[in-house]
């Protein structure tokens, strides 16, 4: 297992369309978390999972994100009724429940909204 | 509310130039402080982690230290493949998210 994986790398669509992400975290790890990133900025929290519940969700989150995890394995961020807004880059990171807490993070999927 | 900051926002430092990186922070109860380097178009690469004051971490060129309030990043005789944005966050006893401040952008001429 080399790493975390998130396809696709890059998605163009038209406002209005909808959107789905997915992310494969690293094989041993049962935290799963979705960031967002625009450009010159530091990734925002967007959703947090313990193996397949969904724990924490930001307060900024639009009701037209959705994730889910099923079985606690890979996981798929839906953005539906897309905005220009939305054009960022999403990055999937995960980490194991022990007792060091680091995250690795995907290569992201860069959404472009037109 | 965790907050992160970092300066300077850009730093340009010729080849060898010896310089530090800074991260203040304010969280309520602190889990571990992260250091991340990003290049362009790539997610978030780990360095180090930190979890309480006088805690230091080297990896080759870089050496990470940490107080109550903030943390440096200090980048000896830098080499140009050490040109990136340099991102520090916060994890706190609140959440199980981390906390972004907005990068250094790292630029190392030759």
């Known amino acids: 297992d080399t790493g975390v994986s998130q396809n696709p790398r890059h998605k163009i669509t038209k406002r209005g369309q909808n959107v789905t992400f997915r992310c494969d975290p690293i094989s041993e790890h049962n935290r799963l978390y979705w960031y967002r990133q625009t450009l010159g900025q530091g990734p925002e929290f967007l959703t947090y999972?313990?193996?397949?519940?969904?724990?924490?969700k930001s307060r900024l989150l639009s009701d037209r994100f959705s994730a889910e995890r099923p079985k606690g394995s890979f996981s798929t961020l839906e953005i539906q009724r897309t905005e220009q807004g939305d054009s960022a880059m999403y990055l999937c990171a995960s980490s194991s429940s022990g007792e060091y807490y680091e995250q690795y993070f995907g290569p992201g999927t860069r959404l472009t909204v037109t | 509310e965790d907050q992160v900051t970092q300066s300077p926002e850009a730093l340009r430092l010729q080849e060898g130039e010896s310089s530090s990186l800074n991260c203040s922070y304010t969280?309520?109860?602190?889990?571990?402080l992260f250091w991340y380097r990003q290049d362009p178009g790539k997610g978030p690469e780990f360095l180090f982690t930190?979890?309480?004051a006088g805690e230091e971490k080297e990896k080759e060129r870089l050496k990470a230290t940490l107080t109550k309030k903030e943390s440096f990043l200090h980048i000896t005789a830098p080499k140009p493949e050490d040109s990136a944005t340099y991102l520090c966050?916060?994890?706190?006893?609140?959440?199980?998210?981390?906390?972004f401040g907005g990068g250094t952008r790292l630029m190392v001429k030759p």
């Open positions: 999972f313990q193996n397949e519940a969904q724990l924490e």
């Open positions: 969280v309520s109860g602190l889990r571990g």
């Open positions: 966050a916060v994890l706190s006893y609140a959440g199980n998210m981390l906390t």
């Open positions: 930190l979890y309480s």
